[in-house]
C-alpha cells in the first residue's frame, strides 16, 4: 500500500496525458501558450471567479498574491499555528511580518476568536488555510477583515473544490492561492500552481508581477514565476476529472469514518456544518500516535504527520522567542495528529486493512494497560 499512489491515477488516464503531452512538444508550447491561457480560464470557470493567474507553484502564489496587495517593509500578516511554511515564509519574502495565530480544537483552522488580540496597527492581512481540504471559518475571518480593513488571502493549496456553506473555497477572499505540486488534490507531473481573485486589480498586478512586470514596458520589477505548457495541458486532462476524484476521496473518508468511530481511542476528524471537506488528508487524532505509526510501519501500512511541529515553534522563528504554551492548540494536536493513506484510487480492501490494523493495535494497548 501506498500513502499517495500518483501512478495508479495516472494509469487510468494514460492515453488522454500521453496524447496531451504530445501536443505540447508537436507544437513547442513549452512556456505559457494555448494550453496555458486554456487552463487559466478553465479553473478559473470552474471555482466561480473571473480570474485566474498561473505561476510556477503554490508558494510562489502566496509570494505573488502578498505583493499584489500592496504588502510594504514592516507590515504584520496573521495566519495560523498549523500549516506548511509557505504560508508565514511567503510573509517575510514579502517584506512582512508574519504574526502566528492558534488553532481551533476541531478543525485544526485558524481559530477567528484568537484573531482579533494580534490585530495591531500594521496589521495589513489574514491568510487562513483550509487545511487538510476543510475550510477556515470564512464568516468569522471575514467579519473581523472588514472591520478593521483588512485583505484576506486563502490558502487553497489542500482545498480545490472545498465549499464553505455553499460558496466555493477561493471565492471568498481578497484572492486565493492553490498548488498543483503532483500530490495536491489537482495535481500537475512537476511544480504548478495558481492564484485566483474576483478583483480586476489584483488579477492584473499578479500577471505583470509573475512575469518581469511585463514584456519590454517594464511597469516595475517582477519575478519569472510561470506555468508551463506541459504541465498545462496535464492539468487541462486533469481537470476534467477533479470532480469524480474528489467524490472518491470524500467515499473513502466517509468509509474511514464508519469503521473508525467505533474504536476506542481513536479520534476521526470532526466536519465542520455546511461545509464540503475535499479530504486532500484523512488526519486522526490519538495519544498513542508514535507507537500506533511504528504499528502501522511494521504492516507497510505508510502514514505521515502533517505536520510534527506548530510552525512558530520550528528553528527559522526561533527569533520570534514563542513557545508551545503560546499555542496550546496547535502543539496539543502536533503531538497527536496521523495522516492515513488517502487517494482516489485506493482500494475498499486497503482502507478495512488500515482500519483494521488501527483497531488491533488499540485493543492490546487497551489490555496491556
Ligand atoms: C503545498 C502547500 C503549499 C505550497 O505549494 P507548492 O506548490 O508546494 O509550492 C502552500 N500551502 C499549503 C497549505 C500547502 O499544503
Avoid at 232 to 248: F, P, R
Wanted: glycine share 6%; proline share 6%.
Amino acid at each position: 500500500m501506498k500513502f499517495v499512489d500518483l501512478h495508479a491515477q495516472y494509469l487510468t488516464i494514460q492515453e488522454e496525458i500521453d496524447a496531451a503531452i504530445a501536443t505540447v512538444i508537436a507544437e513547442s508550447s513549452f512556456v505559457r501558450g494555448r494550453h496555458v491561457a486554456d487552463f487559466e480560464s478553465a479553473f478559473a470557470e470552474q471555482i466561480g471567479v473571473p480570474h485566474c493567474v498561473s505561476c510556477a507553484n503554490g508558494t510562489d502564489a502566496l509570494y505573488i498574491a502578498i505583493k499584489s496587495l500592496g504588502l510594504e517593509p514592516g507590515d504584520e500578516v496573521i495566519t495560523t499555528a498549523h500549516s506548511w511554511i509557505s504560508t508565514s515564509e511567503t510573509i517575510t519574502q514579502a517584506g512582512g511580518t508574519p504574526v502566528f495565530c492558534d488553532t481551533e480544537t476541531d478543525y485544526f483552522c485558524l481559530d477567528p476568536e484568537q484573531i482579533e488580540s494580534k490585530i495591531t496597527p500594521r496589521t495589513r492581512g489574514i491568510i487562513p488555510v483550509h487545511l487538510y481540504g476543510q475550510p477556515a471559518n470564512m464568516d468569522a475571518i471575514m467579519r473581523i477583515a472588514r472591520q478593521h480593513e483588512l485583505w484576506v488571502i486563502e490558502d487553497c493549496a489542500q482545498a480545490h473544490l472545498a465549499s464553505y456553506r455553499g460558496q466555493m473555497a477561493g471565492t471568498m477572499g481578497d484572492a486565493a492561492t492553490f498548488s498543483f505540486y503532483p500530490g495536491k488534490n489537482l495535481g500537475a507531473m512537476g511544480d504548478a500552481g495558481c492564484l485566483v481573485s474576483r478583483r480586476d486589480d489584483v488579477a492584473e498586478f499578479a500577471a505583470l508581477f509573475a512575469h518581469h512586470g511585463g514584456k519590454n514596458q517594464h511597469l516595475m520589477e517582477g519575478i519569472n514565476s510561470r506555468l508551463d505548457g506541459i504541465q498545462a495541458a496535464i492539468l487541462n486532462v486533469k481537470l476534467k476529472h477533479l470532480s469524480a476524484w474528489t467524490d472518491a476521496r470524500r467515499q473513502i473518508a466517509d468509509s474511514y469514518d464508519r469503521q473508525l468511530s467505533r474504536i476506542p481511542g481513536i479520534r476521526i476528524p470532526p466536519r465542520r456544518p455546511d461545509c464540503e471537506h475535499v479530504f486532500h488528508l484523512y488526519v486522526i487524532q490519538t495519544e498513542q500516535r508514535d507507537p500506533l505509526r511504528d504499528h502501522l510501519r511494521q504492516q507497510e501500512i505508510p502514514t505521515a504527520i502533517n505536520y510534527p511541529c506548530p510552525l512558530p515553534l520550528v528553528p527559522a522563528y526561533d527569533y520570534l522567542g514563542a513557545q508551545a504554551t503560546d499555542f496550546p492548540t496547535a502543539a496539543h494536536h502536533a503531538s497527536r495528529i496521523l495522516s492515513l493513506p488517502l487517494y482516489p484510487e485506493l482500494s475498499t480492501a486497503d482502507v478495512t486493512r488500515v482500519a483494521t490494523e488501527i483497531e488491533a493495535f488499540q485493543q492490546v494497548t487497551a489490555t496491556s494497560g
